[in-house]
């Protein structure tokens, strides 16, 4: 059997075991210590962000962000449609009502139309969210000027999830620091990884130093353990940071060889027919954390899941695109505005595998397989 090829593997730069020593050296090995603070800062840099918090997952930064920014049980926050369950998850957490929102075509991201339409109609029947969950899909900012006005209009608060988006730009910036929060993950299969994390972002000092008081047990100022209010067991520990400090220098060059995964995917499937790969919006840098194309089956004469399980069957791991939160089991009875985009993209959507150490001939191996489908039935 050939080789596995996964979809989105690790990736080491090689620096990250100095820091890991750093930390066996000092016997460090707790949650917070200097390697938490100097990714934190690091990240700062890398982001344009005034101020970071490294956690345990990205889904904790969800949930300390909507914590912070008074949402309370039965309000209601409104959500991309098309992402991952972490993303809606943490609404329900604070006892919270999501709202689903479909997808444009111009990025797959949130459709700053529909949002306006549905905030109008809330706003005539006098009851408005309390923040928006505005997700950048796939290494791709979404359209974030005109949401973050309608934010402003109405007074809620933008909570941006940037899990897969690190390394990408609206308009020059990262995405991310444009909200009241960002969020960003450290998981396994992310652009960079701590093997497991996330950090929250925000240019308030005040409220980064909030989140960062729950997170750790909310223990107040006393030489006694002295507690005001609920708090988490949240941080991150000192030996992930030093893996993600070592990351952190991988970036740039992640992202590069993401984009020329993207770019020999183009090249060897562009021609054939019903194949459409996602499109890069105008207003940013897209990273490509993922290659991902839509497969429309009338022209194509396959469907997605065939080809995903014919690479499947070549020892390839490919994935469809996120079934949309409207259509989960777990989400049914909650509202959503429209929808036919996301499921539409679900359907004929597939990821290819996109890992930053992909060789040539892994790349020429996921093509040829995909290819070959397709001459069977032309
Ligand atoms: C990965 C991911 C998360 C959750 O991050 P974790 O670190 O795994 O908790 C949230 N939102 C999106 C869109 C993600 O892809």
């Given at each position: 059997?050939?080789?596995?090829?996964?979809?989105?593997?690790?990736?080491?730069?090689?620096?990250?075991?100095?820091?890991?020593?750093?930390?066996?050296?000092?016997?460090?090995?707790?949650?917070?210590?200097?390697?938490?603070?100097?990714?934190?800062?690091?990240?700062?840099?890398?982001?344009?962000?005034?101020?970071?918090?490294?956690?345990?997952?990205?889904?904790?930064?969800?949930?300390?962000?909507?914590?912070?920014?008074?949402?309370?049980?039965?309000?209601?926050?409104?959500?991309?449609?098309?992402?991952?369950?972490?993303?809606?998850?943490?609404?329900?957490?604070?006892?919270?009502?999501?709202?689903?929102?479909?997808?444009?075509?111009?990025?797959?991201?949130?459709?700053?139309?529909?949002?306006?339409?549905?905030?109008?109609?809330k706003a005539a029947n006098g009851r408005l969210p309390k923040a928006i969950i505005l997700v950048h899909l796939y290494g791709q900012s979404a359209d974030i000027d005109p949401i973050l006005?309608?934010?402003?209009?109405?007074?809620?608060?933008?909570?941006?999830?940037?899990?897969?988006?690190?390394?990408?730009?609206?308009?020059?910036?990262?995405?991310?620091?444009?909200?009241?929060?960002?969020?960003?993950?450290?998981?396994?299969?992310?652009?960079?990884?701590?093997?497991?994390?996330?950090?929250?972002?925000?240019?308030?000092?005040?409220?980064?130093?909030?989140?960062?008081?729950?997170?750790?047990?909310?223990?107040?100022?006393?030489?006694?353990?002295?507690?005001?209010?609920?708090?988490?067991?949240?941080?991150?520990?000192?030996?992930?940071?030093?893996?993600?400090?070592?990351?952190?220098?991988?970036?740039?060059?992640?992202?590069?060889?993401?984009?020329?995964?993207?770019?020999?995917?183009?090249?060897?499937?562009?021609?054939?027919?019903?194949?459409?790969?996602?499109?890069?919006?105008?207003?940013?840098?897209?990273?490509?954390?993922?290659?991902?194309?839509?497969?429309?089956?009338?022209?194509?004469?396959?469907?997605?899941?065939?080809?995903?399980?014919?690479?499947?069957?070549?020892?390839?791991?490919?994935?469809?695109?996120?079934?949309?939160?409207?259509?989960?089991?777990?989400?049914?009875?909650?509202?959503?505005?429209?929808?036919?985009?996301?499921e539409k993209l679900f359907a004929d959507g597939l990821c290819l595998p996109s890992g930053s150490d992909l060789t040539e001939p892994e790349l020429a191996r996921v093509s040829n397989a995909v290819r070959t489908v397709f001459a069977q039935v032309q």
């Amino acid at each position: 059997m050939n080789k596995r090829i996964y979809l989105s593997p690790p990736h080491m730069s090689g620096r990250e075991q100095e820091f890991v020593q750093q930390v066996f050296a000092s016997n460090w090995i707790a949650p917070l210590g200097p390697q938490v603070d100097a990714f934190e800062k690091e990240f700062c840099q890398v982001t344009g962000a005034k101020h970071a918090l490294a956690l345990s997952s990205g889904t904790a930064a969800l949930h300390l962000a909507l914590l912070l920014s008074d949402v309370n049980p039965e309000d209601e926050v409104i959500v991309s449609t098309l992402t991952f369950a972490a993303s809606a998850n943490p609404i329900v957490y604070v006892g919270a009502r999501p709202v689903f929102i479909d997808s444009e075509t111009a990025s797959w991201n949130m459709d700053p139309a529909l949002l306006a339409d549905t905030l109008k109609r809330k706003a005539a029947n006098g009851r408005l969210p309390k923040a928006i969950i505005l997700v950048h899909l796939y290494g791709q900012s979404a359209d974030i000027d005109p949401i973050l006005a309608l934010c402003q209009e109405y007074g809620i608060t933008l909570i941006e999830d940037a899990a897969e988006a690190l390394g990408a730009a609206y308009k020059g910036k990262s995405p991310g620091i444009f909200g009241k929060a960002g969020i960003f993950s450290f998981n396994g299969n992310k652009i960079i990884t701590t093997s497991g994390g996330g950090m929250l972002i925000s240019n308030d000092g005040d409220f980064i130093a909030h989140a960062r008081k729950l997170a750790t047990q909310a223990r107040d100022p006393a030489p006694h353990y002295e507690h005001s209010e609920i708090g988490y067991n949240y941080r991150m520990s000192n030996v992930l940071a030093g893996i993600g400090r070592g990351q952190l220098f991988a970036l740039a060059d992640h992202v590069k060889s993401l984009r020329r995964n993207f770019d020999y995917y183009v090249e060897a499937l562009g021609d054939l027919p019903g194949v459409q790969f996602m499109p890069e919006a105008p207003w940013g840098r897209h990273t490509r954390w993922l290659t991902t194309l839509t497969i429309d089956p009338q022209q194509a004469g396959v469907d997605r899941e065939t080809v995903r399980l014919a690479l499947e069957a070549q020892n390839i791991e490919a994935r469809p695109v996120w079934k949309p939160m409207h259509l989960q089991p777990v989400f049914a009875g909650y509202e959503a505005v429209g929808g036919q985009v996301a499921e539409k993209l679900f359907a004929d959507g597939l990821c290819l595998p996109s890992g930053s150490d992909l060789t040539e001939p892994e790349l020429a191996r996921v093509s040829n397989a995909v290819r070959t489908v397709f001459a069977q039935v032309q």
